[in-house]
């Protein structure tokens, strides 16, 4: 199932440790993971077993010690703050629990705000942002500001936020801690869609039955790789045409 | 543009906070300008008073001696003569040099029925040069005036006004105190009413026609561009040539009365500049005061928005964007209620000077364009100080651990 071209995230060695109390205390053990365009992937761990860490590593907000980890193809390794600000804009996109949406910005705004760190002209940026809402089917939300949305509908909007620079990786913490389990479910329904279409996409979570709906789980415990498994594709709450298991 | 409307939404949102911030701004550029305006007008007020005479000259009347000299007793009252005018003029460094003789204050001044009652000041050529007399019309006292003993008049446009209303007086003879003169010149003075009631005769003819023999009641001259360190030497050899003269003690300061101009105009320039100086102290400590309100503001903005910036770095802004961006709103901020201050000072000074009635300590307060152009300058520098700091703080959000605490 997985292709053989290169993958879009690769881990080789990669270890972390923190300073506490003057003695270097290890997160990240030797990490090695590959994660193909188009999967659908879910980090799982419990507080401590490093899974924050690595999401802030891999969404390169915070560095590592040594081996690599390759974005798209490129190394991400001991970048600037400048670079590590240029690579996510154009790389990742980003999906928070709380959302993290502007308040008084209003939603088709929020939605093109990376567009603006790529000096991308106002009409432009509405467009392309008119064209995520649409596809999250929120279009008809676009001047609202994010007060007047439910829950559900701000993470849609923060997902339209994180697919509008066309990301190579879409990074998800905890998408759906903060939404009913009604909503958590459309939430990921979407997310998956997103990864159907080709985008790759993590989700960081420690909700086992969050985790169960996507198609690999990556369990970290104590810095490590405790267990890396594929789950078989099952009904959906929406199903899905047939055409994109196929196309693979 | 689009920037623009970004940085505005920020700052309303704390509407109150910010208007605040502004008001403090506004006022310290607002107490500048007009502590300013307002030392202008105050340096104006005292330089009036040297308005009319030449700036570089020296006055010398005759007084009382105060100490004994050489078996001279105290109290002798000194007589200036022509002789010392003579002396004096001979001392190198003296330009334009004319005595005054007074004539008595009661003579009267006629004209066909008109009578007017104005000063006569009897005097040399060189004292249009010390009066910064301006003639209007036909000419000053001349040295073939005082040689020949003429009895020929200049009068002042206010005499001219009384006497002879809107007729030409050139030509025409009036009489002073039973001797008639003819009018050969017309003048104005900057000095007011008082200069423009002159009314100038040759002092050969005064001295001669109302019994002044050689007498001078005051020598004033002129001491080119001299130094105040060079015009005080003169001004003591003048002392020295005049005690040797009367035979008075040369450090008796009462015996002849000496004013240098040049060195009031100093001491008044000198004082002007300490008060200046102070008065942009407190105008820039005002401003100061403004500033660090703004980067207050500033600092609890970046505080109250530590989510959202570090939302927009894991979204893509560079360190030098996060600091670009709070650098133009404390800039937006300082120099829009900073010129807002400016327009307002600037109000202000025109109302005083418009409503300030005639005083000797105030006059025409202004604000002049280099003093505008500084608080501008002054606004954008503060602007840019204001939010440093702020600035600082916000480039180094850590991104992961802002996102993690919630907007």
């Known amino acids: 199932m997985r292709s053989m071209a290169e993958p879009v995230l690769q881990l080789r060695a990669l270890s972390k440790a923190y300073q506490v109390g003057g003695r270097p205390l290890p997160v990240l053990k030797s990490l090695d993971l590959d994660v193909h365009q188009g999967e659908f992937t879910s980090i799982m761990g419990s507080s401590g077993s490093g899974k924050s860490t690595l999401l802030n590593v891999l969404g390169l907000l915070d560095r590592y010690d040594s081996g690599t980890y390759h974005l798209g193809g490129v190394l991400a390794k001991d970048l600037s703050e400048r670079r590590a600000a240029q690579l996510r804009n154009r790389m990742l996109g980003f999906v928070f629990q709380a959302f993290h949406l502007i308040p008084y910005k209003n939603a088709w705004e929020n939605v093109a705000l990376p567009l603006t760190y790529q000096r991308v002209h106002r009409k432009e940026r509405y467009r392309r942002a008119m064209a995520v809402l649409e596809r999250v089917e929120l279009a008809d939300r676009a001047d609202h500001l994010p007060g007047e949305l439910s829950g559900g509908q701000k993470q849609r909007v923060a997902i339209a936020r994180a697919l509008v620079s066309e990301p190579t990786l879409i990074l998800a913490d905890e998408p759906t801690g903060a939404l009913d389990s009604a909503t958590s479910h459309l939430i990921i329904d979407l997310l998956e869609e997103v990864a159907d279409e080709g985008r790759t996409v993590v989700v960081v979570t420690h909700e086992p039955d969050i985790a169960e709906r996507t198609r690999r789980i990556v369990r970290l415990h104590d810095g490590v790789i405790a267990d890396d498994r594929l789950i078989p594709r099952r009904e959906r709450s929406t199903p899905p045409v047939d055409a994109t298991e196929a196309a693979r | ?407």
């Not at chain 2, 100490?67 to 009252?77: A, E, K, L, Q, S």
């Not at chain 2, 010129?339 to 418009?354: M, N, R």
């Open chain 2, 1 to 407: 543009m689009d920037r623009f409307i970004e940085i505005l939404q920020t700052l309303a949102r704390n509407g109150t906070r910010t208007a605040l911030t502004a008001l403090s701004v506004a006022w310290g550029i607002f107490m500048l300008v007009v502590l300013l305006a307002a030392g202008t007008g105050l340096e104006n007020a005292l330089l009036y008073q040297f308005r009319d005479d030449a700036v570089n000259s020296i006055w010398i009347w005759p007084g009382q001696t105060s100490r004994p000299w050489r078996g001279y007793r105290v109290g002798r009252r000194l007589q200036l003569t022509n002789a010392d005018h003579d002396a004096i003029a001979a001392l190198p460094g003296v330009e334009q040099i004319t005595s005054r003789f007074r004539v008595r204050s009661d003579s009267t001044i006629t004209y066909k029925d008109r009578v007017g009652d104005f000063d006569i000041r009897s005097c040399h050529p060189a004292h249009q040069y010390l009066e910064k007399t301006q003639i209007t019309s036909g000419r000053f006292l001349n040295e073939d005036d005082l040689a020949q003993r003429r009895k020929v008049v200049v009068l002042g446009a206010e005499v001219v006004r009384h006497l002879f209303r809107s007729q030409d007086p050139l030509g025409e003879w009036v009489d002073i105190g039973g001797v008639a003169y003819r009018v050969i010149g017309t003048f104005f003075d900057d000095g007011g009413l008082g200069e423009l009631s002159k009314v100038y005769v040759p002092i050969t003819t005064a001295q001669t026609a109302y019994g002044g023999g050689d007498r001078v009641n005051a020598i004033l001259f002129t001491i080119g561009d001299m130094t105040v360190a060079q015009s005080q030497e003169l001004a003591t050899e003048v002392r020295r040539t005049l005690a040797s003269r009367h035979n008075f003690d040369p450090a008796d300061l009462r015996a002849v009365r000496v004013r240098n101009n040049l060195e009031r105009v100093q001491s008044v320039t000198g004082t002007m500049k300490v008060i200046r100086a102070f008065l942009w102290l407190v105008g820039l400590g005002t401003i100061a005061a403004g500033v660090v309100g703004v980067g207050n503001i500033m600092l609890v903005s970046v505080a109250e928005r530590t989510g959202e910036i570090g939302l927009r770095k894991a979204l893509g802004a560079t360190p030098a964007r996060v600091v670009f961006e709070v650098l133009q709103e404390a800039v937006l901020l300082t120099s829009v209620s900073g010129y807002a201050g400016l327009v307002s000072g600037v109000v202000a000074v025109e109302i005083l000077e418009w409503s300030l009635p005639a005083n000797d300590y105030m006059q025409n307060p202004e604000v002049d364009l280099g003093v505008a152009f500084t608080a501008v300058g002054v606004l954008v520098v503060a602007g840019l100080a204001a939010g440093i700091i702020p600035a600082w703080r916000a480039a180094h959000i850590d991104a992961a651990h802002a996102i993690r605490e919630g907007a």
